[in-house]
Each structure stands twice: as structure tokens, then as C-alpha cells.
């Protein structure tokens, strides 16, 4: 704020408290003159400049930016009367006009007057109403003119006595000082509306006194907008679709009301940046409104959208309304009917931060589908946020990670800012998937990665395999984006796996490998928190997983993927064709995904085949041979683990998974820890031959029987 905006603000508030002095002596005269002469002093009002406060509650800020242009005000002067203090009215009157004439801006009250569409009288009413909250004289005027002391408050037919230009229409509830709750009005059941009390709405009185700010009965339910990032350095991508929805607004028909701008995505971050880019070229404040906060009863959503109309014609204000399900965010029960109430009763400037097209909207809408930048524009702000300290860091980040442009600039700051003894490379990466990680407690279970690829023991051609499917997921960028394969496919981007074999196989353990290998969040799918019974809910749940996972690049777990993608069926009732959209929808979701899918599965011939053809790589985790057992067993061992030498030839016999292999180890080390010793080989065959009466395994005594003669292998 410059000095000049000071001394300019300060100069109107002067001029605004030299109008509303001269308004009150207008007034004192109007009721002197139906009061009579009185013998009782009255107070005198007078009325000190207001000193400019700071940015936005000062009245000059309001009219320092380009608004449009208010309709010219004549000056009318009342007709003197012939009844006595006729002359002081009309004197009073014009000093009154003369005051509002000589301010450029108008005062609040004119201009009030003028942006709310107030008649004369009703003007002049309020007047009455203003001059209660500011003359203490005015209580005692209003019951010498009543002729009642109890009665020492402002009512219409007050009004229709003092006023020359009184009109019945102002009563009405469609007219401007009851319609945008101006006035409010105490009736009790027995009084008529006309002598009822009046009192003008707290909001009014400040914004007359030159006061403007939000109405505080809407701050519980809205929050401003940070504008502060909506800079020139917007991206590309994004600048695009500002100037987009720039140019509709000024091509829209001046007779209606502005178009609801439809943010369609599922990034509300950048449809946040869109809208705000958009605020400030118009000089605009917007206001977020998660709808899940909407009144549920229709004459609250009534009350808040006349509450924010009349806002929007006082304040350089607009709404963003975000109804997307995103940030953790659920809609309320019934806030979808509420939220189509409120967008076809307000006006001005609105955003509708939605997941896809609101539907059934009457008014004008544009509809504009905003997404992440590419993934160029996320490696170039990464550069422009890292600076010198970049090196080859955005490449890889922009890459393995879908980012907004918001989150770019949070996380690049937060791992400058950190001392850790970490290289820049780590800060970044560790801050971004704890950033990332996704809220899904309520559908999937997160697993921290511990196995590495020398925990794992498969055939070469198995391992070549998930060492390939780990070397795409890192270089998916580089085939997609720059090599130009994103550009001649239109779906097929993400990178899915199926995970084929029994139990104990190793499919869990491959899955942890590849995401320990990647340092990207892992988790595993509840089925049974997924899968609903109520027709759509299965979508839903599964939408929800997808869009919370896609920013990190988190990898996504089915296990026994085999009952969320069985075959789809022959359609014999509701049931059968809902269950086969079910799976219609999997198959674009998995299309879709851009990050690493693993279905792990025990029967491989119970999935569709139409999954079968979609995924890129297949795995088949086949029961281990003797020497992949006996390479289970000794990597089984922790290093750290007293133990005497295994004879691992003769444990490589037991015909077992490495599943079973994990916990017949596990509990030898208990048993050995119970008895205050090494691990030795009659402990290991003890909990083998526990493990073997578990699974239901025929046993043989002599499989499991050790004598000291024979010896260990180490």
C-alpha cells in the first residue's frame, strides 16, 4: 500500500464522516419536525474521520480497484414543506446531497444505495435505521414522534411520517431492505409489521461507517483463498486454460449472470492455482467453500447464498466451491441437492472445484478439465525451485512422481531448508513419499519394504523378470515423455504385473523387493474393505485408491486378486451385470494407473482373461526345487542369531515353500530363546515338524529324528 493510497484513503474516510454528519442532521431535522419543539436537550452527534486501517478492511481499497460502473445518482432536494422546520429539512437535505456530490468515490451509503438497487425512501430508511446505531438522540426522537416512551426505536410507520417520499413497496420481503437482510425486524405475534421494531444489520452499519470486511457470519464456513503463488510463473499447461477462462468471461452475455466455471480433475491443487491466476488479473479475492460444510436445511442454504450475493456487491469477492472428494474430504449426507440449490441462487464470480461435470446445472456453465503440468513443467519447476543445487534431480523426481506445481514448490523449500547430514537427493525423496502417502487406512494396509534382492531366491529367468519390472517403473518417464510413446498411446501407461503361485511362494516378498528397490510407499488392498454389496460403492472404493496413490507413485498390492477380477459371467440377472461393470471398471482403472499395479493370485485360471491380455508382465512363482530350498534355509538366519552349524542339505529335504521355510526359522529361534540357547538342528526339525502338523502334512518320524553321529553341513 502506498503512501499515495494512504493519503487517498484517508481523504475519503474524511469525506464519508462529513456525509453521514450531514445525513444525521438531515434526520434530526426530519424528526423535529414531526416531534415538535421540546424544552429536553438533546445529544448532539458528531462524527470524527475514521483513520484508515490496514488492507482489505479499509473502504478505499474497495473502490481503488476497477469496479464497474455504478448508475448515475441525481440529486432530488425535497420540496420545502409548509409545516414548520420545513426549510431546515430541505437545507438539511441539500447540505446532505452537496456532501455526497463533492466525494469521488461516492460515500458507502450512496454507493450502498446504488449497488443494492434502494429506492429513495428506502434510502432514507436506512438512514433512520444508521442513525440509531450513531446519534443517541435518535432513540428519544423516535418515541416523542410515536408519542409512546417504550416505543424508542425505528418502524416502518415512523418512516411513512417523517419521509415525504414514503412508498408501501419498501415493506415487501422481494424489496432490497428486507430481501438482502439490510434491517432486521422484531415482530412479535401480536404487533403488526408496521409498528414492529427495526435495527439495521451490524455488517450494513460498519460498511456505511467505511468498514468493509467479510461478513463474520460467513467466516466459520469459508477460508481466503491463498493468491500468492499465482504468479507469472504459472505453467504452461495452466496459463492456457487462465487465458481460457479470461476470454469466456469477457464474451459472456452482459444481460445474464457470469458462467459457473467448472474445475474438472482430480488435482485440487491445481485447479486452486487456475482459479486464483484468474482472481487476481480480474482483482478478485476468492473465498473456499468445502461444500461438505453447507447448511443441510434449504432456508439455511437460503440464508448463506443471500448472505454471500449481497458480499459479492460490497466486496471484489468470488466463491470457490470445492464439492471433489479429495484432501480426505467426504461429502455430507445431502449436500449434493444443497450445492445445486446454492449455485443457481448466487452470481458473480464462482469456481466449482469437481471431480467430473456437475450435473443438472440450469445456469450457464463452462466446464474446463485441469490437470498436473506434464511432467516437462514439473521437472522445470523443480529446477526453478532447486536452483544451482538441481544437478539431475528434477529429471528423476519429475519422472517417478506426478506432482503439482503447489507441492513442487513446498517440498523443494522444506529440503533446502533441513540441516540433515542427508544429500539433497535423500531430503527430497524421503520428504516426498512421506508427503505422498496416501490416507488409506480404511482400504488398504501399508507394508514398509524390509527384503532386498538378496532375500529373495528364485530361478534366473523369475528374478530377470522383477528386476525388469523394478528398471520401467524408473524409466517409464523417459520412454513415455521423452521418447514419445505417451503421444501414440492413448491408455496402457501404467505398468501391471500378475504374481502367479501357491502360498509361501514369495509373491509378497517380490512385491516388497521391487518397492524397497523403487523407495515408493507399498501398500496392500483390503478386499473386504473394497468390495460392497451396495450397487456403485465397489467403484467408488476403488476410485478412491487409485486417485490417492497416483501422486507418489505408491505401488498397489492385490492379494488374492483372484475375487476382485474373477471372469466376468453370463449376465442371468441385475446382480450378474453389475458385477461384470464391476470389472468392466477394473480394466479401465488399471489402463488407466500410471504408476506399478501387482495382482498376486494362487489361481491363475479363476481371473478374466481380458486381465491376462492388459498385463505387461506375468510372473509364475513355481514350488522351490532342493536347491532353492537349501538357498532358503540359509539366508532364513539372521547373521546376528547364535546358531550351531545346520545340516541345510538335510533341511533342503523338507518339501516346503519359503513361506513355511520363514516360520519354521522364526519359531526355532523361540524355542532356542525359551531354552537359553543356540539355535541347533533338533530345535529347527522340532518346529519344522510343528509346522508340518499345522499344514496337515503327513509326517515322518524319521524325516524329523536328529542323532549328534551325523554330521552338519555349515
Known amino acids: 500500500m502506498t503512501n499515495n493510497d494512504i493519503n487517498a484513503g484517508a481523504e475519503w474516510q474524511k469525506g464519508n464522516a462529513e456525509y453521514l454528519s450531514a445525513a444525521m442532521a438531515w434526520l434530526r431535522a426530519c424528526l423535529e419536525r414531526c416531534a415538535g419543539p421540546s424544552s429536553e436537550s438533546q445529544t448532539s452527534i458528531v462524527l470524527q474521520p475514521l483513520q484508515p486501517r490496514e488492507e482489505p478492511k479499509s473502504m478505499w481499497r474497495r473502490f481503488s480497484k476497477p469496479q464497474p460502473a455504478l448508475p448515475e445518482r441525481t440529486p432530488t432536494l425535497l420540496p420545502p414543506s409548509s409545516e414548520p422546520g420545513g426549510e431546515k429539512v430541505a437545507a438539511?437535505?441539500?447540505?446532505?446531497?452537496?456532501?455526497?456530490?463533492?466525494?469521488?468515490?461516492?460515500?458507502?451509503?450512496?454507493s450502498l444505495t446504488q449497488r443494492l438497487g434502494l429506492s429513495a425512501f428506502e434510502e432514507h430508511l436506512l438512514i433512520l435505521c444508521v442513525g440509531m446505531e450513531l446519534d443517541t438522540g435518535v432513540a428519544a426522537y423516535c418515541a416523542r414522534c410515536q408519542k409512546d416512551p417504550a416505543r424508542n426505536y425505528p418502524t416502518f410507520a415512523l418512516a411513512f411520517t417523517i419521509f415525504d417520499d414514503a412508498s408501501w413497496s419498501a415493506l415487501s420481503p422481494e424489496r432490497p431492505l428486507r430481501y438482502w437482510r439490510l434491517i432486521e425486524i422484531t415482530q412479535p405475534s401480536y404487533q403488526p409489521l408496521t409498528t414492529s421494531g427495526l435495527r439495521v444489520d451490524e455488517?450494513?452499519?460498519?460498511?456505511?461507517?467505511?468498514?468493509?470486511?467479510?461478513?463474520?457470519?460467513?467466516?466459520?464456513?469459508?477460508?481466503?483463498?491463498?493468491?500468492?503463488?499465482?504468479?507469472?510463473?504459472?505453467?504452461?499447461?495452466?496459463?492456457?486454460?487462465?487465458?481460457?477462462?479470461?476470454?469466456?468471461?469477457k464474451q459472456a452475455d452482459p444481460s445474464r449472470s457470469l458462467p459457473i466455471v467448472q474445475l474438472v480433475g482430480t488435482d485440487s491443487d491445481s485447479k486452486e492455482l487456475v482459479a486464483a491466476a484468474v482472481a487476481n488479473s480480474i482483482g478478485l479475492q476468492l473465498y473456499r467453500l468445502p461444500a461438505s460444510l453447507l447448511p443441510t436445511q434449504p432456508a439455511d442454504i437460503e440464508t448463506f447464498a443471500r448472505l454471500w450475493q449481497r458480499e459479492s456487491m460490497l466486496l471484489p469477492i468470488g466463491l470457490y466451491l470445492h464439492a471433489a472428494e479429495s484432501r480426505g474430504e467426504t461429502a455430507a449426507p445431502g449436500s449434493a441437492p444443497m450445492t445445486s440449490h446454492l449455485l443457481e441462487r448466487i452470481e458473480g464470480v464462482i469456481f466449482l472445484d469437481t471431480r467430473e461435470g456437475w450435473p443438472g446445472l440450469h445456469r450457464q456453465n463452462l466446464s474446463i478439465e485441469v490437470t498436473k503440468p506434464t511432467t516437462a513443467e514439473q521437472a522445470a519447476a523443480w529446477e526453478a525451485e532447486l536452483g544451482l543445487a538441481a544437478a539431475d534431480n528434477p529429471t528423476q523426481l519429475a519422472s517417478q512422481f506426478n506432482l503439482s506445481h503447489t507441492k513442487i514448490t513446498q517440498l523443494a523449500r522444506e529440503a533446502l531448508s533441513q540441516t540433515s547430514s542427508a544429500d539433497l537427493r535423500e531430503r527430497l525423496w524421503q520428504g516426498i513419499v512421506s508427503n505422498t502417502r496416501p490416507q488409506l487406512d480404511a482400504l488398504a494396509e501399508r507394508i514398509s519394504p524390509k527384503a532386498t534382492w538378496d532375500d529373495i531366491v528364485l530361478p534366473a529367468a523369475e528374478t530377470g523378470v522383477l528386476q525388469q519390472i523394478a528398471q520401467q517403473v524408473a524409466q517409464r518417464a523417459k520412454v513415455y515423455e521423452s521418447w514419445?510413446?505417451?503421444?501414440?498411446?492413448?491408455?496402457?501407461?501404467?505398468?501391471?504385473?500378475?504374481f502367479s503361485g501357491e502360498s509361501g511362494t514369495g509373491k509378497t516378498m517380490a512385491a516388497e523387493v521391487i518397492a524397497n528397490e523403487l523407495r515408493l510407499n507399498l501398500y496392500r488392498i483390503d478386499l473386504s474393505a473394497v468390495i460392497s454389496k451396495y450397487i456403485g460403492e465397489t467403484e467408488k472404493n476403488l476410485r478412491r485408491l487409485f486417485d490417492a496413490t497416483e501422486d507418489g507413485g505408491a505401488i498397489l498390492f492385490f492379494d488374492e486378486a483372484d475375487a476382485l477380477f474373477g471372469k466376468r459371467s453370463e449376465v442371468k440377472d441385475s446382480h450378474d451385470r453389475y458385477a461384470n461393470?464391476?470389472?468392466?471398471?477394473?480394466?479401465?482403472?488399471?489402463?488407466?494407473?500410471?504408476?506399478?499395479?501387482?495382482?498376486?493370485?494362487?489361481?491363475?485360471?479363476?481371473?478374466?482373461?481380458?486381465?491376462?491380455?492388459?498385463?505387461?508382465?506375468?510372473?509364475?512363482?513355481?514350488?522351490?526345487?532342493?536347491?532353492?530350498?537349501?538357498?532358503?534355509w540359509r539366508r532364513a538366519f539372521p547373521s546376528g542369531m547364535p546358531k550351531e552349524e545346520l545340516d541345510y542339505d538335510?533341511?533342503?529335504?523338507?518339501?516346503?515353500?519359503?513361506?513355511?521355510?520363514?516360520?519354521?526359522?522364526?519359531?526355532?529361534?523361540?524355542?532356542?530363546?525359551?531354552?537359553?540357547?543356540?539355535?541347533?538342528?533338533?530345535?529347527?526339525?522340532?518346529?519344522?515338524?510343528?509346522?508340518?502338523?499345522?499344514?496337515?502334512?503327513?509326517?515322518?518320524?524319521?524325516?524329523?529324528?536328529?542323532?549328534?553321529?551325523?554330521?552338519?553341513?555349515?
Open 92 to 110: 438539511a437535505y441539500a447540505a446532505m446531497q452537496a456532501a455526497a456530490n463533492a466525494m469521488d468515490p461516492p460515500p458507502a451509503l450512496v
Open 203 to 249: 455488517r450494513i452499519v460498519n460498511y456505511i461507517k467505511g468498514l468493509n470486511y467479510l461478513d463474520d457470519r460467513l467466516l466459520p464456513l469459508v477460508s481466503p483463498l491463498d493468491q500468492r503463488a499465482a504468479g507469472a510463473d504459472l505453467p504452461g499447461s495452466h496459463s492456457d486454460v487462465v487465458e481460457k477462462i479470461i476470454q469466456s468471461m
Open 484 to 498: 514419445g510413446f505417451a503421444e501414440k498411446m492413448s491408455r496402457g501407461l501404467g505398468i501391471s504385473a500378475l
Open 581 to 632: 461393470i464391476e470389472i468392466n471398471y477394473l480394466l479401465q482403472k488399471m489402463e488407466a494407473y500410471r504408476g506399478l499395479a501387482i495382482l498376486a493370485t494362487n489361481m491363475k485360471s479363476a481371473l478374466d482373461s481380458a486381465f491376462l491380455r492388459r498385463l505387461r508382465f506375468i510372473v509364475n512363482f513355481q514350488f522351490p526345487g532342493r536347491a532353492e530350498r537349501k538357498e532358503i
Open 650 to 714: 538335510r533341511l533342503a529335504i523338507l518339501n516346503v515353500t519359503g513361506g513355511h521355510i520363514h516360520n519354521i526359522a522364526l519359531n526355532a529361534a523361540f524355542l532356542a530363546a525359551r531354552a537359553n540357547s543356540s539355535v541347533t538342528m533338533p530345535l529347527v526339525l522340532e518346529a519344522a515338524k510343528a509346522e508340518y502338523q499345522k499344514i496337515e502334512r503327513p509326517i515322518n518320524e524319521a524325516e524329523f529324528r536328529w542323532t549328534e553321529t551325523k554330521k552338519a553341513v555349515a
